[in-house]
C-alpha cells in the first residue's frame, strides 16, 4: 500500500528550478540528495543544539523522479541518538504544483555528528 501523507517534521520546502534538471526535465538526484542533507541538518542542529555534520547517508532510494516547478518538501523524523550521533528518517515529497498532487519520490537514512569548536565530536547533552 503506498503512503498517502508525510511522516515527520517539515525541515524544508523549495522549488525545482531549470538549473537543477537535465535535458529531459527530470531533477538531478544530487540536487535531491542536497536537499535531504539541508533539511536533515536543520532537524539535526536544532535537536543537538550544536554543530553538526553528516557522516552516512543509508538505503537512500529515488522513488520516482522530480520535475521542474516541483515544490519539494523534506520531512524528517528521529531514528536513534547515540553520545554524538542523531540517526534521522527522510522523506520528500513533491507537490506537482500544475497537476494538484502529492507524491513520496525519495526517502533514506541519514546520521549526523554533534561537533566541537575543533570540529572534533561532541557529547550530544540530552
Not at 540528495?33 to 539541508?38: A, E, F, G, R, Y
Not at 521542474?68 to 515529497?93: A, Q, R
Amino acid at each position: 500500500m503506498e503512503q498517502s501523507k508525510p511522516t515527520g517534521e517539515l525541515v524544508l520546502q523549495t522549488v525545482a528550478m531549470p538549473a537543477d534538471a537535465n535535458a529531459y526535465g527530470d531533477i538531478f538526484g544530487g540536487w535531491l540528495v542536497s536537499q535531504m542533507d539541508l533539511g536533515g541538518a536543520v532537524m539535526a542542529n536544532k535537536r543537538a543544539q550544536n554543530r553538526v555534520t553528516t557522516v552516512a547517508i543509508d538505503k537512500l532510494v529515488f522513488l520516482k523522479p522530480v520535475y521542474v516547478g516541483d515544490l519539494v518538501c523534506c520531512y524528517s523524523e528521529m531514528v536513534k541518538t547515540g553520545h554524538s550521533s542523531i540517526t534521522l528518517k527522510l522523506e520528500v515529497w513533491a507537490s506537482r504544483m500544475r497537476f494538484g498532487a502529492e507524491e513520496k519520490v525519495s526517502e533514506g537514512i541519514f546520521t549526523f555528528v554533534a561537533l566541537d569548536e575543533n570540529r572534533r565530536p561532541k557529547v550530544i547533552q540530552w
